[in-house]
């Protein structure tokens, strides 16, 4: 299993494919730390009636995209993206944004 530098909670920015430039937080992560799901990513899907659901039709839902097409929201520059790296101090271990430096809480 890979280990993964986005957490659940952190508010991350899409930076490739059709939901490109929106920004929420990670709801969820797979198993296999692949696949995330992030607050104001949906798809639509076609469901049929049936008798608990009488009307059917298109509805949005929840839909995972991968990790790599995300980017972690830069701390100090809202609305940009940045990568992660780690730093020690007084031996213990913390997230910080590459561009801006800041601390990732």
Known sequence: ???S??????????????HKGTIGP?????KDKKRVWVEGV???????PSQTDQEGGIREIPVSI???NVA???PKNKGTGSRIAYKIVD?????IAVKSKADIK
């Open 1 to 3: 299993m890979t280990k």
């Open 5 to 18: 530098k986005i957490l659940k909670g952190d508010v991350v920015k899409v930076i490739a494919g059709n």
């Open 26 to 30: 990670v709801r969820k992560l797979s």
């Open 42 to 48: 949906n798809g639509t899907k076609h469901f049929k």
């Open 66 to 68: 991968s990790i790599s």
């Open 72 to 74: 972690i929201q830069d």
């Open 91 to 95: 031996g213990k271990k913390s997230r």
